[in-house]
């Protein structure tokens, strides 16, 4: 399976940290995508008829297909989103997205330097995170 690129976008909807995989766009392209899939996410969260199991608002986007990619989305308990835009015959990302939180919270949380909700700036999360996207061309 390809993933194309993954984005963390904080809870006001600003880009934090894109990688590009195997498809790259325009330098400002990932602040477009970052910004539009926050607005539909929060949209769709606010007029889903099913609620969530703990009583707010539903858990929003979690899957958009089209015939040329796939969009996985994953949205942690503070907030934060982390996304991946996938080839359209990828399945089973959901595992990956909660392996990327891993490594959110391992090298990026746990850095005593990171401001919360500022662009990561981690060589460490980057070798890693590359090493996950590298490990699923496989699958």
């Known amino acids: 399976m390809i993933i194309y690129s993954v984005y963390i976008i ?10 590009k995989g195997e498809k790259s766009g ?5 602040l477009r995508y970052g910004s539009i899939f926050h607005g539909l ?7 889903s008829p099913v609620p969530s199991p703990s009583g707010g608002n539903s858990s929003g986007i979690q899957l958009l ?18 996304y991946a835009i996938t080839e359209p015959t990828a399945n089973g990302i959901d595992a990956i997205l909660k392996q990327v939180y891993v490594l959110y919270t391992d090298f990026v949380l746990k ?9 990561i700036r981690c060589e460490q999360f980057d070798i890693a995170l590359e090493k ?3 490990s699923t061309l496989s699958l």
């Open 111 to 119: 850095n005593p330097f990171y401001i919360i909700e500022q662009p």
């Open 41 to 47: 996410y929060t949209i769709s969260s606010q007029l």
């Open 10 to 19: 904080n809870k006001a909807g600003g880009v934090i940290y894109h990688q």
């Open 65 to 82: 297909q089209t015939d040329t990619f796939r969009l996985f989305a994953y949205q942690i308990p503070t907030g934060v989103k982390i």
């Open 26 to 30: 325009k330098s400002n392209d990932y």
């Open 132 to 134: 996950l996207i590298n």
